[in-house]
């Protein structure tokens, strides 16, 4: 220790912080307060610093986040030396997120209150999915009804060349080729490519969702003679890509498709990947950019500045401006392709069941409101009849 820097004891920290010893002897315990050093009676000393780590502790622990992601985030902003005016950015973020749900959840208890018995179980079942982000994006994903609403609106590409067809090509398979994909949904990818599947190939579809991974089944259940002709094999199989545990090794390609920014511990599941792949093997992840589909948002809080839109916000964590810099930590060789295309929408009912679909409130409140916001919609599609948004969205393809 450095006898010149000043040192406490877990009881001093406790007497200026209210903290208690015994949660101070907890958080050790869990290594997320290491301490810097020992009397020579054995007790635990601490610097400073320490106070300014037992204060983010404390902050993540309010905002809802587990011990185990506080360590992950703890471990990462050590490594990358976070100062502390940017720790306590990062905080405030996080904090003006919380306030934006608690308004939320405050207006639709409010609406439960007043609205009438027949409405009111509605209202009341709709609040519970306004708890977490955690509880949003599960109730989000528990089935594929919120992504055929979304889906709908992307028939309005102005590339003829499909997303799907796009990122199949960019997987570049070959007969034999053993494949992963991390976050499967529905199995869309696999069903509009399944006939030029090469022979022999075997696919592991994986997504946290029983819901979507038995949708997954059901979808490609059509199509079992025929995959039986031709060799090709399909296992299915629940994942949490947080803790990505996978028995099977060794895999030529591994994909994940606009899943990544839900994935909380992304350096461990990066790592993991990486782990999987063959040497000679290849990653390849799609995501957003920061101005993917600017116009609908904008629409939005035009309209509501209350409708929450939790995966705009999500999204961010791993778009095409920040995934290679996250990539590189992992894989010697990052390409990032952009997929050409925006959406010409002439059909109003298709950008509300685009939104309707949006975690958290937004349903509660086009239940509500929802012929004037088709109102605004209509009036923005004046006078050539199309409402224009431009997509942002493409490909990285990584190399071991």
């Known amino acids: 220790m450095n006898k010149d820097k000043k040192y406490y004891t877990a009881g001093e920290i406790a007497g200026l912080t209210g903290v208690s010893t015994r949660t101070i002897r907890f958080y050790d315990k869990k290594g997320l307060l290491a301490p810097s050093g020992y009397t020579e009676s054995g007790y635990r000393l601490y610097d400073k610093e320490a106070f300014a780590v037992?204060?983010?502790?404390?902050?993540?622990?309010?905002?809802?986040?587990?011990?185990?992601?506080?360590?992950?985030?703890?471990?990462?902003?050590?490594q990358d030396r976070v100062k502390m005016k940017e720790h306590l950015c990062r905080q405030e973020k996080l904090l003006q997120q919380k306030r934006r749900q608690?308004?939320?959840?405050?207006?639709?208890?409010?609406?439960?209150?007043?609205?009438?018995?027949?409405?009111?179980?509605?209202?009341m079942l709709k609040l519970l999915s306004l708890l977490t982000e955690e509880e949003k994006m599960a109730e989000q994903y528990r089935t594929d009804d919120n992504l055929n609403r979304r889906i709908r609106i992307h028939s309005y590409n102005?590339?003829?060349?499909?997303?799907?067809?796009?990122?199949?090509?960019?997987?570049?398979?070959?007969?034999?080729d053993k494949i992963l994909e991390i976050?499967?949904?529905?199995?869309?990818?696999?069903?509009?490519?399944?006939?030029?599947?090469?022979?022999?190939?075997?696919?592991?579809?994986?997504?946290?969702?029983?819901?979507?991974?038995?949708?997954?089944?059901?979808?490609?259940?059509p199509y079992e003679e025929e995959l039986r002709a031709r060799k090709i094999a399909v296992h299915f199989e629940v994942a949490d890509a947080n803790q990505l545990h996978i028995k099977e090794k060794e895999?030529?390609?591994?994909?994940?498709?606009h899943m990544l920014y839900h994935v909380?511990?992304?350096?461990?599941?990066?790592?993991?990947?990486?782990?999987?792949?063959?040497t000679d093997g290849t990653f390849c992840c799609t995501t957003v950019g920061l101005h993917h589909m600017k116009e609908l948002h904008d629409l939005v809080t035009e309209f509501d500045g209350t409708i929450e839109m939790p995966l705009d916000r999500i999204t961010n964590r791993f778009c095409l401006q920040n995934g290679?810099?996250?990539?590189?930590?992992?894989?010697?060789?990052?390409?990032?392709?952009?997929y050409?295309?925006?959406?010409l929408v002439e059909d109003a009912d298709a950008v509300y069941d685009y939104v309707y679909s949006y975690p958290g409130n937004a349903a509660l409140i086009l239940d509500r409101k929802g012929e004037r916001f088709k109102k605004l919609i209509r009036d923005k599609m004046k006078p050539d009849g199309v409402f224009l948004i431009h997509k942002e969205t493409g490909i990285f393809v990584c190399r071991r």
């Open 54 to 78: 037992l204060q983010q502790i404390l902050m993540f622990k309010y905002l809802g986040f587990s011990l185990e992601q506080i360590r992950t985030m703890l471990q990462s902003e050590n």
């Open 324 to 338: 290679a810099e996250q990539l590189q930590k992992f894989f010697r060789e990052i390409c990032r392709e952009d």
């Open 251 to 257: 895999f030529d390609k591994i994909i994940a498709d």
């Open 158 to 176: 102005t590339n003829p060349y499909s997303w799907m067809e796009w990122v199949y090509d960019h997987l570049d398979l070959k007969e034999g």
């Open 264 to 278: 909380e511990n992304r350096e461990a599941c990066l790592k993991t990947v990486r782990g999987l792949l063959k």
């Open 183 to 221: 976050g499967c949904g529905n199995g869309l990818l696999w069903r509009d490519n399944i006939h030029r599947l090469p022979e022999g190939v075997s696919l592991f579809l994986t997504d946290y969702s029983e819901g979507m991974l038995a949708q997954a089944k059901k979808t490609l259940e």
């Open 340 to 343: 050409p295309c925006d959406l």
């Open 102 to 123: 608690l308004d939320a959840l405050i207006e639709t208890v409010n609406f439960a209150q007043e609205c009438n018995e027949e409405d009111r179980w509605d209202s």
